[in-house]
């Protein structure tokens, strides 16, 4: 697979470059191109003392130190950089140039840390429109991820059928176990009014209906593989599920939310993407027939 890793020139890049470069380390034929956008920006306009092919040089210069810096140098199949309006035209510009099939990206804060934004502009966008697999990757992450399994998070539905298959090839390629995890949950503003008993029996019925549907899911796709139903709010529940398993990545489907829908309900891979110390990748739904 290429992969395309967004340079910032800033240290929010350093995850995204140790996760691509892990990923060559796992399996070497697995390549990756770090990609840096110039934007039409005022300060680029008043280095006077530059000229336009300078300028360039000298950005050049700045994404190649980042790769450096972070050590990564020899995992990398070098740095380009690419015209663009904004960042996320450009990383858009530079997928299908260089053939690339996911896109790898820092997030904005660090794990653990009490941020009120987490992902940044350019993150935030790249999500909404969902042109290919978007990676992110928190900018604190070790050079090593943890020893377990690709985690694919999923609802179950066709949406996600996308998101299954880049779990898999991804977990065969880099020798990792693919386990399947599906978040439900029992609610309801009555709860309160409910006998404890019958509320408990019915706890019970949709925690078997949930691992029903979850071994129905993985016979309908043959998948002969690890599975797990948690109960809870289904980015927390997942989240606790990955560190639990001491999970490598995970693996998510985008549903693709309107506005409308984004400003009443949120995307969970957009949750998982911005809360998770491991990288997320979020995967588009295929277009339909």
Known sequence: MRWIVGLDLLELSVGALRFASWLRRRAPEERSCGVHVLTPHPLRQSLANKTEEEFRLWVHGLAQECVDQAGVAEQLDGVVLVEG???????????????????IIGRKAASGAESFVRLGRVARRLLRQMPAPIVVVP???????????VVLATDLGPSAASALRFAQALAETIGRELLVVYAYEVHSPLQSYVNPSVWGQATLEATAAAESSVAAYCEEHQLSVRSLVVRGPTAHGVLETAAREKACMIVTGSRQLSLLDRIFTSSVGGDLAALASIPVAVVPASPPA
Do not use: I, N, V
Not at 85 to 103: C, M, V
Not at 139 to 149: A, F, I, T, V, Y
């Open 139 to 149: 900018p604190d992450l070790e050079r090593e991820l943890p020893p377990g399994p």
């Open 85 to 103: 309006e904004t960042a996320e035209e450009g990383l858009l510009a530079a997928l299908a140039a260089e053939r690339g099939k996911a896109l």
